[in-house]
């Protein structure tokens, strides 16, 4: 099968990762990133020079298991580490691929839903997010994509890339209708606990729910590669397992204790992203409120980052070029399917978000 071009990491891979990086990162959908040295450093110090570097089990180390349920809340048998997350959704529609399984996903949606789905063989049935109203998500909308040949549906909550909320008892009467057709509800929390306004409890202690996480985003190690699926279905966590054992064995004993040593301290990790965000949120609002002839938005009720939109439905991406070439990234709104909008990311930029705003304002003012 071929896959589509992946614009978004097209993009990324052109301007984030080049040999001179642009000054400001305002792409990217994570924290402010931490060296090996800062995070070893964390609580006191780690030291890992007595890690054998030999397989592990499939399931994941004990220890890191055990620092991920605590994070939830949940028992350290439901937690089964992926190489990141994006092994754990492949894992997840490999097992539900079957002729005619659907998987009800949300449109808008981060870019490797539909194609990953697509190549397991899974029809994709789309549910609306729409800035019309607010981005909303809720049961009753999810439930407008799922058919009678449902295997999986997915909710993504704080939501990449708008920041909107399924509230828990939503994702509650979602779990219970779903159940009722026989598939479970994937929510994706990779964003969790990053909250703006409500605290929202995870959803891993929900029935008929598997929970998504990883290192990637609230704890701003994406490079660590850990991820988990959290499940308390014993029966499919055996498949899940045997699964992981195909696709990559199991993870590094190195970066595993690196996780579990991030986990144990992670209200340090978190509170510094809390401390990032919410400024440069509050910079980003007055930025929004400043272009608001321009530009339309909804705030962010989580996460890392806005979806915010050309008013008149220009494509964004030539202002995303032209913001480029002042020193400023940011993501066009046609990697997600959504030509006039453009990802706008508040946390990894710990220093200068304030000075970046203000270029754009002046790249906004010679495009328009």
């Known amino acids: ?117 697509g190549a397991w ?64 509800l994937i929510v994706d929390e990779i964003y969790h606990p990053l909250y703006f306004s409500t605290h929202f409890a995870s959803a891993a202690t929900i029935d008929n729910v598997i929970v998504l996480g990883d290192m990637s985003k609230v704890f701003s190690l994406p490079g660590i590669r850990t991820g988990w699926l959290i499940d308390s279905d014993s029966e499919r966590r055996k498949r899940i397992i045997d699964a992981r054992s195909y696709f990559s064995i199991s993870g590094s004993p190195l970066l595993e204790a690196i996780s579990a040593h991030a986990l144990r301290n992670r209200d340090h990790i978190i509170e510094r992203l809390k401390v990032v965000t919410l400024e440069n949120l509050g910079h980003l609002t007055e930025f929004m409120t400043r272009t608001s002839n321009t530009l339309g938005w909804v705030a962010p009720q989580g996460g890392t980052m806005a979806f915010p939109w050309f008013k008149d439905d220009r494509d964004a991406r030539p202002f995303c070029e032209a913001a480029v070439k002042a020193g400023v990234l940011i993501a066009p709104g046609d990697c997600f399917r959504a030509p006039s909008h453009m990802r706008l990311g508040f946390g990894a930029q710990a220093k200068g978000y304030e000075t970046a705003l203000s270029i754009l304002s002046e790249v906004l003012c010679d495009v328009s």
Not at 80 to 99: K, M, Q, W
Not at 149 to 163: M, Q
Request: with cysteine.
């Open 1 to 117: 099968m071929n896959l589509p071009p992946h614009l978004l990491d097209q993009w990324l891979a052109k301007y984030a990762f080049s040999e001179t990086p642009l000054p400001y990162n305002l792409a990217s959908s994570t924290g402010p990133c931490l060296t090996v040295a800062e995070v070893l450093a964390l609580g006191g110090g780690c030291d890992v020079g007595d890690v054998v570097l030999s397989y592990g089990p499939p399931q994941g180390h004990r220890k890191l298991r055990e620092a991920i349920a605590d994070f939830y809340g949940v028992d350290p048998d439901w937690v089964v580490v992926t190489t990141g997350a994006s092994e754990a959704l492949s894992i997840l529609f490999c097992l539900a691929s079957a002729p005619g399984a659907e998987i009800a996903l949300p449109n808008l949606q981060f870019p490797a839903f539909d194609p990953l789905a």
């Open 121 to 184: 063989g899974l029809k994709a049935r789309h549910y609306a997010l729409e800035k019309e109203d607010g981005f909303s998500q809720d049961a009753e909308k999810v439930m407008s994509a799922v058919g009678t040949k449902c295997a999986l549906a997915i909710v993504n909550t704080p939501h990449n890339p708008t920041g909107s909320v399924m509230a828990r008892g939503e994702i509650e009467t979602l779990a219970r209708e779903l159940k009722s057709r026989g598939a479970p």
